[in-house]
């Protein structure tokens, strides 16, 4: 491959011909214990004209000059190795052509390949320990004492990237595997396994500790975690690896343990090369684009190159929000700016007129569960059902392709005014599908819970901690689903791929978790205790569930190809007469509490509104 010249090159190149020179005349001086006989030093000489722009050749044919010496590493010094040993081979040849190899001394063909690898692999790897900091740059006093829980890939490089940072003095590793008890990693040595973190911390006097375990391995790192908090250190752990590769932070940037790292789950495995047939160069369209999911939806599709991204939105704020990060995150990424109502059907026709998306993802919707009871009802279904018709007879009269609707599995045996909606709009997408005169495919994800989303208890129990207490929690025994945001995200563009048209895909959420369980280990990873931050129970809210389900009970699932997602098969589907009849109710501009709840009996049969 034709190497293009730089100066940094030339500099490189210039040192390696400086070593050659050295390297000969320091084997002449071995060869002759450093007294070298005069009539030998022409010989020297000569030789040396005709051997330096040899190995300069060799040198540039094996590619010495491609690698940064800031980066050496272990390939560098084989590439150096074997333009030595080729080296070796080829001045004897050379001097052997000329008839000059008789004047050679013994040795100097072994000598001079041996220092030519001292001399040019020893300074590379000087250059990089100097600039890692690994040179005669002791920590300062101030440096904080700190023990790396993983002795692992990721704990090595960040080793590496805290040679840097003047804020950590390392002073030992922990580790399961046994091989490498009492051994040392860039000059660290693994002290024992994890679940010795409380004493080797009290030996050492430590106070901190950096979990450097990968979220691939959620259960070490969870383990890792929890006996780091148990033990009362502070617990701090590396960014996200999709972070640092893609250059927003440094693998030596730690931060603070979040509950997200607890309960971490297995990465998502996504069809990448199907996921860009469905979006590269394609326009999408979000619906809901501010909120938490319509906004981590984006942040999703973007990483497979649609031609254009178009945000809808009703809250100005949020569309703002939502535009200013992505003009910095993707600034070569087209964007539109919507401000709409999704029950608007004529503005959103127009709208999808004006940019063709070929996929939507309509993420739009009233979810907290208490405020739709009540009289904010028939907002919630107008909303949820009517924003649904209207966005998917939008889809198609402008011959979308794919139309996905983000559900969730409130509208299971709903008990609240917001998961009987939810489910409505399930079964309007279903009516749709089964339409003729149209070439869009209607696609529902259903899913539980998400960490963080706007309205969720994860924020409120960040709030009540920062406020000093209580944490509130509505029941002792209340459990829910819970997905981080990204890994839903991700499920449901995989579910949009593999939606064939009419299919309902539940997404699966692990097992159940009790959220006073959550609201505990907030507390612990805050750095208290229950005492300080004390819990208290005030009672199921209006339209709430102890349990959440996954699936219906007259339905049934069926596997796909993908591990995390299902298929929710349902008995008979709504015909026209239906719709119509659903079209008619929600053309009342008004609807009171009991209304609204009394048709949502008629429409969803499994709705049942709690009675607390």
Not at 308 to 319: D, G, I, Q
Request: with cysteine; proline share 5%.
């Amino acid at each position: 491959m034709k190497q293009r010249i730089n100066w940094r090159m030339l500099v490189a190149m210039t040192y390696d011909l400086a070593a050659a020179v050295l390297a000969w005349m320091s084997a002449y001086g071995l060869a002759y214990d450093f007294s070298i006989p005069i009539n030998q030093v022409p010989t020297m000489l000569l030789d040396l004209a005709w051997v330096l722009p040899l190995e300069g050749a060799i040198f540039m044919y094996f590619g010495l000059y491609r690698g940064i010496w800031r980066f050496a590493s272990i390939p560098d010094l084989r590439r150096i190795m074997l333009a030595s040993g080729t080296a070796a081979l080829a001045v004897p040849a050379l001097l052997w052509l000329q008839g000059r190899l008789a004047n050679l001394p013994a040795g100097i063909s072994v000598l001079n390949p041996i220092l030519l690898v001292i001399l040019m692999g020893g300074s590379r790897f000087l250059y990089r320990a100097w600039k890692d900091g690994d040179l005669l740059t002791p920590r300062p006093p101030d440096a904080t004492p700190v023990l790396v829980m993983g002795a692992g890939e990721v704990a090595v490089t960040l080793l590496r990237a805290l040679t840097q940072n003047i804020r950590w003095q390392v002073l030992g590793l922990l580790s399961d595997d046994g091989s490498k008890l009492g051994r040392q990693i860039h000059g660290t040595t693994v002290l024992g396994r994890l679940d010795q973190v409380a004493a080797q911390a009290s030996r050492l006097g430590v106070g901190h500790v950096i979990v450097a375990i990968p979220g691939d391995n959620s259960d070490a790192r969870r383990r890792a975690i929890e006996l780091a908090v148990d033990a009362g250190l502070n617990v701090m752990t590396i960014p996200a690896l999709t972070d640092v590769l893609a250059g927003k932070v440094s693998v030596s940037e730690v931060r603070h343990v979040d509950l997200e790292d607890v309960l971490g789950r297995a990465p998502v495995q996504l069809d990448s090369p199907g996921l860009h047939g469905l979006l590269e160069n394609r326009t999408v369209l979000v619906t809901g684009a501010g909120g938490s999911i319509g906004a981590e939806l984006a942040r999703q599709v973007a990483r497979f190159d649609p031609g254009r991204l178009v945000f809808h939105e009703l809250s100005e704020f949020a569309l703002y929000m939502i535009e200013q990060e992505f003009s910095v995150a993707y600034p070569r990424l087209p964007i539109a700016c919507v401000v709409g109502d999704t029950k608007d059907e004529i503005a959103l026709r127009h709208v999808m007129a004006r940019h063709r998306p070929e996929v939507v993802f309509h993420a739009a919707a009233y979810k907290h569960v208490p405020l739709m009871e009540g009289e904010n009802a028939w907002a919630a279904v107008k909303n949820n059902v009517l924003g649904t018709l209207g966005a998917a007879r939008a889809a198609m009269s402008q011959g979308v392709g794919k139309f996905v609707l983000v559900s969730t599995d409130k509208a299971i045996n709903p008990t609240s005014v917001m998961g009987a909606s939810k489910r409505l709009a399930e079964r309007v997408c279903q009516a749709l599908q089964h339409q003729g005169g149209h070439t869009t495919r209607f696609v529902t994800v259903r899913f539980g819970n998400v960490l963080g989303s706007s309205g969720s208890v994860i924020p409120k129990f960040r709030e009540q901690i920062a406020r000093g207490g209580p944490v509130t929690v509505t029941h002792p025994e209340i459990v829910r689903y819970f997905m981080l945001i990204p890994e839903a995200a991700q499920l449901v563009l995989q579910a949009a791929l593999m939606g064939g048209g009419g299919e309902t895909f539940v997404l699966d959420m692990g097992a159940p978790i009790k959220i006073v369980d959550l609201a505990r280990d907030m507390i612990r990873l805050s750095g208290f205790s229950e005492r300080e931050i004390p819990i208290e129970f005030t009672g199921l809210r209006p339209g709430e569930k102890l349990y959440e389900e996954l699936l219906a009970d007259g339905g049934t699932t069926l596997p796909t190809h993908h591990a995390k997602l299902r298929i929710n098969k349902e008995n008979g589907t709504p015909g026209a007469d239906w719709l119509r009849g659903v079209e008619e109710w929600l053309a009342a501009p008004t609807r009171t509490e009991y209304e609204v709840k009394a048709g949502l009996r008629g429409w969803v049969p499994e709705y049942r509104p709690a009675e607390h």
